[in-house]
């Protein structure tokens, strides 16, 4: 059984364009979460959700835009996409936002790898 | 503002060789530190998690400790299948999500 599965693994797109990328979970988390991780493997936060509501959004461009339309999915909706916005973006759930011991720990996908030419 | 550096960047050991992977952390108000395990192209896979100075974990050939202001993950005879990269991430009272370091990669050769 996958617990955190995104779709789809590879995208290969145009500059411009406009890509979304799905995630979802199996775990009966509350939470979810998008990560970028850039060609230096550096991986960091992009957005929060819990219980379908947005409680983290770090600074990202207003192209990218989080979507959850229920507990165990959270898709991300990338729009005019850029050079720069080629990394592998991952997701992740916990079961709790903010949680006491184990309810902290964060499950990822195996992420969807962009690449914009 | 909180920071996590890991050391070092890079590490090569033979099959056998013990070593140890250390986290520096600065947080304000430490709510857990994280250690993950990422294999090349895939997602990061939970190790431990490590709450209070002084707690330690272990799982197989690997042993995480935790002090105030660092975090080391011990590798005790270490295979090739332990190559990956490890990362680290303290969640901190004040932030919102896991703040990763950059990790460190180990290749481990037989």
């Known amino acids: 059984d996958t617990a955190v599965s995104q779709t789809p693994k590879y995208l290969v797109t145009q500059m411009g364009n406009d890509k979304s990328i799905k995630c979802e979970q199996n775990?009966?988390?509350?939470?979810m979460y998008w990560y970028k991780q850039d060609s230096k493997k550096f991986l960091k936060i992009m957005f929060s959700?819990?219980?379908?509501?947005?409680?983290i959004n770090e600074t990202v461009p207003n192209r990218f835009s989080p979507k959850s339309p229920d507990k165990a999915h959270l898709n991300l909706h990338i729009n005019s996409l850029e050079l720069g916005d080629s990394a592998v973006y991952f997701c992740?759930?916990?079961?709790?936002?903010?949680?006491?011991?184990?309810?902290?720990?964060?499950?990822f996908g195996p992420g969807t790898r962009l690449t914009v030419l | 503002e909180d920071q996590v550096t890991q050391s070092p960047e890079a590490l090569r050991l033979q099959e056998g060789e013990s070593s140890s992977l250390n986290c520096s952390y600065t947080?304000?108000?430490?709510?857990?530190l994280f250690w993950y395990r990422q294999d090349p192209g895939k997602g990061p896979e939970f190790l431990f998690t490590?709450?209070?100075a002084g707690e330690e974990k272990e799982k197989e050939r690997l042993k995480a400790t935790l002090t105030k202001k660092e975090s080391f993950l011990h590798i005790t005879a270490p295979k090739p299948e332990d190559s990956a990269t490890y990362l680290c991430?303290?969640?901190?009272?004040?932030?919102?999500?896991?703040?990763f370091g950059k990790g460190t990669s180990l290749l481990v050769t037989p």
């Open positions: 775990l009966g988390h509350d939470t």
């Open positions: 490590l709450y209070s």
């Open positions: 992740a759930s916990s079961q709790e936002w903010r949680g006491r011991g184990p309810t902290d720990t964060q499950y």
């Open positions: 947080v304000s108000g430490l709510r857990g």
């Open positions: 991430a303290p969640n901190s009272n004040s932030g919102y999500a896991l703040n």
């Open positions: 959700y819990n219980n379908k509501e947005l409680i």
